[in-house]
């Protein structure tokens, strides 16, 4: 843990105080204790439209830690609970702008520039984001049945592509002999 000082209510020159043994003058001087482990938040399941017009629930993972106790106490209010907020907007942001299908199968590149992307906007309050992961991406059920007969129907259309080509060879055999 750092101390961040205040003065009469003025930032104490010389930045944070701690680990250890540090002073402070009763009634003049307030401080302000940061956590400098690092902290997870599960991002809620947010409700995302996607580029194709899907709606699909997905929850996150970040990993953060404050990386300079001073600018988390000055230059933001509640940088824990701004970093949480930013984390879900940026979600639904980055998940916004992809298909389903580019959800479903590229979730480490989704993670990747949502670190990013969170990494350089909580840089100047003093927290680093360590690591994102998406943790679930929920399809409603009607569009998982609607998938799935789709997925049956590509399957029968290649057996039958697959059989008329078996015929076709045989008639060639045929014809040929």
Known sequence: ERAVIFRLGRLLSGGARGPGVFFIIPCVD???KIDMRTQTFDVPPQEILTKDSVTVFVNAIMYYKVKDATSAVANVDDYGGSARLLAATTLR???????LGDILSERESIAQEMQATLDEATEPWG???ERVEV???RVPEQLQRA????AEAAREARAKVIAA???HKASRAL???
């Open 175 to 177: 014809r040929h002999a």
């Open 93 to 99: 942001n980055v998940l916004g702008t992809r298909n």
């Open 147 to 150: 998938m799935a007969a789709e």
């Open 127 to 129: 927290v680093q984001v």
């Open 135 to 137: 943790k679930d991406v």
């Open 165 to 167: 080509e078996g015929e």
């Open 30 to 32: 307030i401080y302000e």
